[in-house]
């Protein structure tokens, strides 16, 4: 068994469903070379808002169809207003919507309908930087 400590991971959306969804393509760790994950589930943009001011998280996947704030905008609020803010991976509405992760600053984007295989790579790849960066356990 791991003494790793698990990453963090903040799922928002509006939808239950979307955010079920995520968690069930995801499971217990994207990758076998990764810890395990503990996921934040949030359903507004204030909460939001205020796990990612608490710090904490390790990665943030944001649903850019949420309503009434979209995960795009909320991505761009965050890499402007939060110090070191970790990775975040956007749900775009369709695959052409890409342009508008990079407009988000977003480090990924998957598109709606999730395809779990999909987002465990790329959800996997994100998270294999954050744990390169994490100091050293003894």
Same mark, same amino acid.
């Given at each position: ?16 469903? $979307?955010? #079920? ?5 995801? +499971? ?21 808002? /205020?796990?990612?001011? /608490?710090? +904490?998280?390790?990665? &943030? ?9 979209? +995960?795009? +905008? ?6 402007? #207003? ?19 992760? $990079? ?25 294999? &930087?954050?744990?390169? /960066? ?5």
């Amino acid at each position: 068994m791991s003494s790793e400590r698990p990453l963090k991971v903040l799922v928002y959306s509006d939808d239950r469903t $979307t955010r #079920e969804s995520v968690r069930l393509a995801l +499971g217990k760790r994207p990758a076998a070379d990764l810890p395990a994950l503990e996921y934040v589930e949030c359903a507004t943009e204030p909460a939001v808002i /205020k796990t990612m001011d /608490k710090g +904490g998280i390790d990665l &943030a996947i944001l649903d850019g169809e949420a309503v009434p704030a979209g +995960g795009l +905008g909320i991505a761009r609020q965050l890499k402007d #207003e939060i110090f070191n803010c970790p990775p975040i991976l956007v749900i775009t509405g369709r695959p052409q919507d890409a342009w508008l992760a $990079t407009w988000s600053r977003a480090e990924a984007a998957v598109s709606h309908p999730i395809d779990p295989v999909r987002l465990a790579e790329v959800t996997a790849e994100l998270l294999r &930087a954050v744990v390169a /960066k994490l100091p050293a356990t003894t």
